[in-house]
């Protein structure tokens, strides 16, 4: 019996030296995890792909930022409230980075001196989705969220899910727009009416800057506009870009000493850049509140009680589009209308059309028409052109008569909009031409991007 009281006590004893040790390394594992999230590489964007073709899954386009390079490869596990389909070769060719997909995880393998932002394209069973009001996408402390369209309209509507990134910089959730008008009103109207019952209690940053003499009234310090390529690439000339450049804004902003503390609910508006799409979407900046953007481009900080206590406060705020469909190719004004310290700046929008010059002929009567009248198109790529010549041999049996030329319009794709007949170039001014009805852009148009209309007339010679 002895001996067996032994054997109990030495067994108690491993078990609680066990317990002592192994516990432990449990904190140990834990906070190694935690130390190795790397804070370089952020949620961006979700948002829905409504080029999926297939009835059955609905896809969708998910963009980390990489806020500067990393030295190795690094493997990134994204969360979401939903399982995913296998990526498809299409998925795959969508995409700008390697990832993989099991149940409701995203393994994202972000390659070394990647930077600026990586798109993964995933799809999920629209049967998976019926559900839910929206797709949310978690990586470690931060998350982003889009609206799901339901054909539900009697589904009770939710608030979009607040990101909770310790980070100062805002994080995009641009919301997919509805198919169902119901839920998505309701949606955007709860947003709405949250928003105007802190901007109620809350006091209007700009009035608050007037008032202690500081100018501008803003909180935006900085406004860059980027125009890239679709693997996201800036264009080597940033002056020059085609109509489908994705344009990306980013704008800093801090809060002078001079109206500190600020109260929780104080707001800031501001405007959007004219000529780009706006999206209605919802978001955190950063940590210290929330944002709104409407559909007329008003941008819409209300501030939370951290602004009470804290000093220093500043942050980014991101914000991706493309030109609006009422964009005409050729100098394009980009302006943002309530920020007076940044003057507008003007762009030149080249259309999706490669073709140089085209022409055609007409008899000027039937029958027996005495001259050829010949049209010819130039430049409708709105390429830069410098000492530009027109030489235009002119057939068997016709002879040079005359010539007029009018500044044309394209349209995004190339197409003539208008041809501005009251307005012709003046010869000796803006162009001469030889006996042979060579032409040679002179003046104002030695360095031209303008597309122009020629009207060649010729004589038949019998």
């Known amino acids: 019996m002895e001996s067996r009281k032994k054997v109990a006590s030495i067994i108690l004893g491993l078990v609680l030296l066990l317990q002592y040790i192994v516990t432990p390394v449990g ?10 999230v790397n804070t370089a590489i952020s949620l961006s964007q979700l948002k829905i792909d409504e080029s999926e073709t ?20 690094e ?32 393994t994202v393998v972000v390659a070394a001196n990647s930077n600026n932002e990586l798109n993964i394209n995933f799809s999920v069973l629209k049967e998976k989705l019926k559900d839910l009001n929206q797709l949310t996408a978690t990586l470690n402390n931060q998350k982003v969220s889009v ?38 009103e309701s949606k955007k109207e709860q947003t709405k009416q949250e928003t105007t019952t802190q901007a109620d209690a809350g ?21 860059t506009t980027v125009y890239v390529d679709k693997d996201g690439n800036p264009y080597p000339d940033q002056n020059n870009v085609p109509i489908d450049a994705a344009v990306k804004i980013d704008y800093t902003w801090s809060i002078p000493e001079d109206i500190m503390p ?51 406060i500043h942050g980014t705020f991101h ?91 394209v349209g995004p794709n190339g197409e003539i909009l208008s041809v501005d007949k009251a307005h012709p170039l ?5 162009y001469t031409v030889d006996a042979n009805g060579k032409i040679t852009f002179i003046g104002k148009y030695a360095k031209t991007d303008q597309a122009f209309n020629v009207v060649y007339t010729t004589s038949i010679v019998y």
Do not use: C
């Open 75 to 106: 493997t990134v596990i994204i969360d979401l409230n939903s399982s995913i389909n296998t990526p498809s070769e299409d998925n795959k060719t969508k995409s700008t980075t390697d990832f993989t997909a099991n149940e409701n995880k995203l």
């Open 426 to 430: 003046v010869e000796g001014t803006d």
């Open 27 to 36: 904190v140990i594992a834990e906070a190694l995890t935690d130390s190795s």
């Open 262 to 312: 600020l109260k929780a609910g104080d707001y800031f508006d501001f405007k959007l850049p004219d000529g780009v799409t706006i999206e209605e979407a919802m978001g955190n900046i950063g940590d210290y509140g929330t944002y709104t953007i409407d559909a007329d481009g008003t941008v819409h900080f209300v501030f939370n009680e951290k602004v009470e206590t804290k000093h220093d």
């Open 319 to 409: 914000y991706d589009a493309h030109f609006d469909k009422e964009t005409v190719p050729g100098e394009v004004v980009i302006d943002t209308p309530t920020e007076e310290n940044f003057p507008p700046s003007e762009v030149h929008v080249r259309p999706d059309y490669n073709q140089g010059i085209d022409k055609s002929g007409h008899f000027d009567k039937t029958p027996n028409p005495s001259e050829v009248i010949w049209e010819i198109n130039i430049n409708r790529p709105l390429n830069t052109m410098e000492n530009a010549t027109l030489t235009d041999p002119m057939p068997a049996g016709t002879t040079y008569k005359s010539v007029v030329i009018y500044p044309e319009t």
């Open 203 to 223: 006091r209007n940053i700009r009035d608050l800057l007037d008032g202690a003499g500081v100018s501008p009234a803003s909180i935006i310090n900085d406004a």
């Open 147 to 184: 609206d799901l369209p339901t054909t539900d309209s009697t589904e009770s509507s939710t608030s979009t899910s607040e990101s909770k990134s310790t980070s100062n910089s805002e994080i995009s959730t641009n919301s997919s727009e509805s198919k169902s008008q119901s839920t998505s």
């Open 54 to 73: 297939k009835t059955d899954l609905t896809s969708f386009n998910l963009t980390l930022k990489v806020e500067k390079p990393i030295e190795q490869n």
